[in-house]
Nanobody
Framework: QVQLVETGGGSVQAGGSLRLSCAAS??????MGWFRRAPGKEREGVAV???????TYADSVKGRFTISKDNAKNTLYLQMNSLKLEDTAMYYC?????????????????WGRGTQVTVSS
């Protein structure tokens, strides 16, 4: 069972940047993704990346967020630029050991505990 640990959350002013990291306990061919849940809202997808490196983004973050991974370090990243108030949420890393990749939370098998991102004005 893969363990995922997110780091990098924090508080930032609107327009600022943060980079989230997600360390996986083992290597493999994974579909990995970032999801978030804001207070009072359902969890939503932010971005996913397949084992081959193909990426998909939510419309709300396109052009501002970049998902990437370092296979040598078993680490997933989310670079978040031009942060907005509405990006405030708990951000979760997710993974599934497969060559396929779908942009929905029910597809993923493993989840981290999350890291909080708070954007203020």
């Amino acid at each position: 069972q893969v363990q995922l640990v997110e780091t990098g959350g924090g508080s930032v002013q609107a327009g600022g940047s943060l980079r989230l990291s997600c360390a996986a306990s083992e290597s493999g061919d994974y579909c990995m993704g970032w999801f978030r849940r804001a207070p009072g809202k359902e969890r939503e997808g932010v971005a996913v990346i397949s084992s081959s490196g193909a990426t998909t983004y939510a419309d709300s973050v396109k052009g501002r967020f970049t998902i990437s991974k370092d296979n040598a370090k078993n680490t997933l990243y989310l670079q978040m630029n031009s942060l907005k108030l509405e990006d405030t949420a708990m951000y979760y890393c997710a993974a599934r050991r497969t060559g396929l990749c779908f942009f929905r939370d029910t597809f993923f098998s493993f989840w981290g505990r999350g890291t909080q991102v708070t954007v203020s004005s």
